[in-house]
């Protein structure tokens, strides 16, 4: 079973909702996420996979909005998952046109068809929806270019559901820093 140190248990279990534009650094634990090593984030346990590691590194210090911290991470991991911590990144600067260059690196990626399931449910709670809502309801793939539309139609007030969007967008963390975890440590 995968197992992670009990710092980054506290960094994850944080009540909060990713954000989908820059937010605001959480200060207080910047000294907590620095102290995070690929070495210590598996309560001890051995790394088989450094860049999958190092992608929830980049993935912890993004949920907490350090941006710049994560980016410098990021964009050194040549692997889809690597591309796909940057896709994210960039979406939330926001640079829509970076985020969609990075989401062609990343191809098609192991969690989508569980990203697909989760925002679906999601959506299926709320009424009316957004167009593209409408469209991830009806889809048979999740498409993360059209996350990134949606994304840029709220932040220029064209669209609404903030908080449903967010709510995928915190669904698309988990999968991914679990995807990357268990990639890290070889499960």
Not at 52 to 75: I, K, M, N, T, V
């Amino acid at each position: 079973m995968l197992q992670l140190s009990p710092l980054v248990n506290e960094l994850i279990s944080a009540d909060r909702v990713c954000e989908l534009g820059p937010g605001t650094p959480n200060e207080t634990l910047r000294s907590k996420l620095a102290a995070l090593t690929i070495d210590n984030l598996f309560a001890g346990q051995q790394i088989v996979d450094a860049s999958a590691a190092r992608c929830c590194l980049a993935g912890l210090w993004l949920l907490h909005d350090f941006l710049d911290e994560s980016h410098a991470l990021s964009q050194e991991i040549e692997t889809h998952d690597g591309s796909y911590w940057h896709g994210i990144m960039h979406r939330r600067e926001p640079d829509y046109g970076n985020s969609k260059y990075w989401f062609r690196r990343v191809g098609s990626h192991p969690i989508f068809p569980q990203l697909l399931a989760q925002a679906q449910e999601l959506i299926a709670t709320e009424q009316p929806l957004d167009a593209i809502a409408g469209e991830i309801v009806q889809a048979q793939n999740w498409d993360p270019f059209r996350f990134v539309d949606w994304c840029e139609q709220l932040a220029r007030g064209r669209a609404k559901q903030e908080q449903l969007t967010r709510q995928i967008a915190q669904a698309e963390w988990r999968l991914l820093f679990a995807h990357c975890a268990v990639r890290g440590r070889g499960g």
